[in-house]
């Protein structure tokens, strides 16, 4: 069956940085749309930023964007989110997701398959 898991979370400082990696197998790796999700408490799960297929094509959250960065190996079948600047409002658990186009795993409703999730908490 297709697994998603992720790994990297934890505590960090405002400003620090942490990379998210997330593992991808009983899939077709390289025929899937990747994405980085997140969640905080009591609220919806929002997007983050997808990459393509082939990596060469990538879409952010306005919140995110000039500190994020979403890439993918297809050799070894992951995708990192590096988060650099980071913010008290950007703590989350943050979820990889699966989907078969661009458009639809920028939506939560539309994506295919995801990972357990793991935690990401900013100090002030």
């Known amino acids: 069956q297709v697994q998603l898991v992720e790994s990297g979370g934890g505590l960090v400082q405002a400003g620090g940085s942490l990379r998210l990696s997330c593992a991808a197998s009983g899939l077709t790796f390289s025929r899937y749309f990747m994405a980085w999700f997140r969640q905080a408490p009591g609220k919806e799960r929002e997007f983050v930023a997808a990459?393509?297929?082939?990596?060469?094509?990538?879409r952010s959250a306005e919140s995110v964007k000039g500190r994020f960065t979403i890439s993918r190996d297809n050799a070894k079948n992951t995708v990192a989110l590096q988060m650099n600047s980071l913010k008290p409002e950007d703590t989350a658990v943050y979820y990889c997701a699966a989907g078969t186009s661009i458009v639809r795993v920028q939506a939560w409703q539309t994506v295919n398959y995801w990972g357990q999730g793991t935690q990401v908490t900013v100090s002030s």
């Open positions: 990459i393509t297929d082939s990596g060469g094509s990538i």
